[in-house]
């Protein structure tokens, strides 16, 4: 009786003690996921904090190419840009009705195009999210995960000519800089002056960069791969193989 008292009793402490150090272990796992994340955290931030300038390249990239990649470095160095994310768009909300690129292939030969930029890095911001991609929500997202970081959006003249058809235009003209590259002898549409009827404060926030290499145009690239017409020279050799090998723009 004593004995099976005694084994008892050593039984419930051990459970207690055992209980407790479940406990504990599981106070000391939260711990360490909490530190784990204000690691990453401060990282994000010190990452962040480095940043004061940020170009964001949006674009169908169907299929990126030199002239994309010129104007990238072009306002990098004129803007001084810390570095710039190619951001290739999911579902461009413009095109829902075109044929286009499946997302990851074109995400893939953008990859492939900026690796040799040490200032270039890629996002599938907007091919993760579901839905349209609307620029309002990735400009959100990146001023968010860059606080106080001046944002640079940069894309074709052509694209930012339509801005005022934009889902809350005025709100991502309140959040970032819009740099419109225009091929040269670029007309400035009807749709443009409208962009002169934009409040100064909101108007002053769209800048234009002319960029003679965006005489390469990713219409022309498909075109001349249908027509079977060398498109070396055009884009980058790794993207090229990567048409090649996947059988795309074929038809
Ligand atoms: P697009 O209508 O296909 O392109 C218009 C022109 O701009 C084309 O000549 C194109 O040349 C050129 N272009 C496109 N991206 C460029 C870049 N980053 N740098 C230099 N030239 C560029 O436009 P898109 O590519 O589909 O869209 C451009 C950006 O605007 C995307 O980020 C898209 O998400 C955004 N957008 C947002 C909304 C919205 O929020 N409602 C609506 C429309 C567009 P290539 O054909 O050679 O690329």
């Known amino acids: 009786m004593k004995w099976f008292t005694a084994t008892t009793w050593c039984w419930n402490c051990n459970i207690q003690a055992y209980g407790k150090r479940v406990s504990y272990m599981s106070y000391f796992y939260i711990l360490l996921a909490f530190l784990h994340s204000r690691r990453y955290n401060c990282f994000m931030n010190k990452e962040a904090r480095q940043i004061s300038r940020l170009g964001i390249m949006g674009g169908t990239f169907d299929p990126i190419h030199f002239g994309h990649l010129?104007?990238?470095e072009g306002a990098r160095y004129e803007y001084k840009l810390d570095k710039v994310i190619f951001i290739p768009t999911g579902q461009p909300p413009h095109k829902q009705n075109i044929k286009r690129t499946e997302p990851w292939s074109?995400?893939?030969?953008?990859?492939?195009a900026v690796a040799t930029?040490?200032?270039?890095?890629?996002?599938?911001?907007?091919?993760e999210r579901p839905g349209p991609s609307y620029t309002i929500d990735t400009v959100q997202e990146i001023a968010r995960l860059f606080p106080g970081t001046q944002i640079y959006f940069i894309t074709g003249a052509d694209a930012v000519s339509e801005i005022l058809i934009w889902k809350k235009v005025e709100q991502i003209l309140s959040i970032c800089r819009f740099i419109a590259a225009t091929r040269p002898g670029y007309k400035l549409g009807e749709t443009w002056k409208k962009i002169d009827e934009l409040p100064q404060d909101l108007k002053k926030n769209i800048l234009c960069m002319e960029v003679p290499a965006l005489a390469i145009s990713s219409t022309g690239i498909r075109q001349r791969v249908r027509e079977?017409?060398?498109i070396k020279y055009l884009l980058p050799e790794s993207v090229e193989e990567y048409i090649t090998s996947n059988n795309i723009y074929q038809d």
């Open 70 to 72: 010129v104007t990238a």
């Open 106 to 112: 074109r995400f893939e030969m953008t990859r492939l």
């Open 117 to 127: 930029n040490p200032f270039f890095e890629i996002s599938p911001l907007e091919i």
């Open 228 to 230: 079977g017409r060398p």
